[in-house]
């Protein structure tokens, strides 16, 4: 007992210097596999095998701290942050940050504001209509109303918001299994996951947000609060729009009736949070934001890569315009089909429904940055599908893309990582037909 004790604080020594590492050393153009691995590979050791009570607590309350320590640390492997910045402005100044492109208020002097050169040279998608729903932008809002011209300080807005929804989120993720009496140890898997720690509290995506929100959903849907569920997803949707996605599901749980009824809570509540947006362009300018995103950008995709490379062979360009737009549809579809081909009759069924829909997503997109999978990994806690966890140590080797300075995005990297991550899916697959747990289950 007292080996494991020291076992176990010599596993948190460890998880807590990789945690500081990689927040305050390891940036986007120098990013480092082996400090990942490393900090992976402690990951994997503290949630293989069994764990008491006890041990499961104290390495939540290692969570916490990670993410804590991570507070001060400017984001280095992402520059969203210029945006929040830059529409936050925007807002505190009483503009809509949907209705102009940021080479808007470089012609119309919007230095005023400070839109100045130099926080627009550090914009990654000045070309681009903002995409940020409106919880992100109240917390852009926010962060410069209270840092003024500071981006330190506004990113420290940012990890006061973000690190709180992460705390909240880990305690509704307690409630949760403790409620559904599976093991408290899935807890660790989301909690303690490395690129979950890195990509939420470190770099500041607002997944932290979206996860909050759709967890409290789930946790008032459990509790048979049909209402307080609705409005929790709905706040979830307004934080990121993937949520939206699980809907088709939840109507069929809770049956035509009160699934319409859920659904309408949904999009009225949405409706309501999106107003102060809402202006003559914003339908226009997001959805071009929107289509650009299937018509333009790819990272890390599995499908739409194979069906480029048989484009490019049989009409010599890139078909991402048609084939984009295209693999959305078949996404949509097989959601849909996924959702309505049988009734959903409990929430571990409901749960692996979400994880495989959002699964035909990821494989799908055109673009998979390592931050989208906070969700599967999320609901890997709640299923016997351990598939997120493992793909989550692959996919933050596409940061390698970024190590010489300027993007190149790297096959082989792409292709080792979805060999592997489909290899275990099927193994996962085949053992839970076959009614049996998986051996390498955490």
């Known amino acids: 007992m007292l080996n494991q004790s020291i076992n176990n604080w010599i596993a948190a020594i460890a998880f807590l210097a990789l945690t500081i590492f990689m927040g305050y050393k390891v940036e986007q153009s120098n990013f480092n596999p082996i400090i990942y691995g490393s900090w992976f590979c402690v990951f994997l050791w503290i949630i293989f095998g069994n764990r008491t009570k006890s041990e499961v607590l104290f390495f939540i309350g290692l969570s916490v701290i990670?993410?804590?320590?991570?507070?001060?640390?400017?984001?280095?492997?992402?520059?969203d942050i210029f945006r929040f910045i830059w529409d936050g402005r925007l807002i505190v100044n009483g503009h809509n940050p949907f209705d102009y492109l940021p080479t808007h208020w470089m012609n119309a002097n919007g230095s005023d504001m400070g839109l100045n050169i130099e926080l627009f040279q550090e914009l990654n998608s000045p070309e681009y209509f903002t995409i940020y729903?409106?919880?992100?932008?109240?917390?852009?809002?926010?962060?410069?109303?209270?840092?003024?011209?500071?981006?330190?300080?506004?990113?420290?807005?940012?990890?006061?918001?973000?690190?709180?929804?992460?705390?909240?989120?880990?305690?509704?993720?307690?409630?949760?299994?403790?409620?559904?009496?599976?093991?408290?140890?899935?807890?660790?898997?989301?909690?303690?996951?490395?690129?979950?720690?890195?990509?939420?509290?470190?770099?500041?995506?607002?997944?932290?947000?979206?996860?909050?929100?759709?967890?409290?959903?789930?946790?008032?849907?459990?509790?048979?609060?049909?209402?307080?569920?609705?409005?929790?997803?709905?706040?979830?949707?307004?934080?990121?729009?993937?949520?939206?996605?699980?809907?088709?599901?939840?109507?069929?749980?809770?049956?035509?009736?009160?699934?319409?009824?859920?659904?309408l809570i949904v999009g009225a509540t949405c409706i309501i949070l999106f107003a102060p947006l809402l202006s003559p362009t914003f339908i226009q300018n997001f959805s071009t934001s929107l289509d650009l995103y299937f018509q333009k950008f790819e990272f890390n995709a599995s499908i739409y890569y194979l069906g480029r490379a048989v484009g490019e062979w049989k009409k010599g360009y890139n078909i991402i315009a048609t084939l984009g737009p295209s693999l959305g549809l078949i996404t949509l579809l097989g959601i849909l089909f996924l959702a309505f081909k049988k009734k959903i009759t409990t929430s571990k069924m409901l749960f692996q429904l979400f994880l495989f829909g959002f699964t035909i997503y990821l494989f799908f997109g055109t673009t998979i940055h390592p931050w989208y999978l906070s969700i599967p990994i999320l609901l890997s806690c709640f299923t016997n599908l351990r598939f997120p966890i493992l793909w989550s140590g692959l996919i933050m080797l596409t940061y390698l893309n970024y190590s010489e300075g300027t993007y190149y995005e790297r096959l082989w990297i792409v292709a080792i990582e979805y060999i592997i991550v489909v290899s275990f899916i099927i193994y996962e697959l085949v053992h839970l037909k076959q009614g049996k747990t998986p051996k390498l289950n955490f």
């Not at 990670?66 to 520059?79: E, G, N, Y």
Request: charged share 10%; proline share 6%.
């Open 66 to 79: 990670a993410r804590l320590v991570l507070f001060p640390a400017f984001p280095l492997l992402s520059d």
């Open 133 to 263: 729903p409106p919880i992100c932008q109240a917390i852009f809002g926010i962060s410069q109303w209270v840092a003024g011209s500071d981006i330190y300080g506004a990113m420290l807005v940012f990890k006061f918001f973000l690190i709180g929804f992460e705390l909240g989120s880990i305690l509704l993720i307690y409630q949760i299994l403790t409620k559904l009496n599976l093991p408290i140890k899935n807890i660790l898997f989301y909690s303690l996951n490395p690129l979950v720690i890195i990509e939420i509290s470190g770099n500041l995506h607002f997944e932290g947000a979206m996860i909050f929100f759709f967890v409290l959903a789930i946790w008032l849907m459990l509790n048979k609060k049909l209402f307080s569920s609705a409005l929790a997803l709905a706040f979830s949707v307004a934080s990121k729009l993937l949520p939206l996605m699980f809907l088709p599901f939840i109507l069929n749980y809770y049956g035509w009736k009160k699934g319409m009824t859920y659904c």
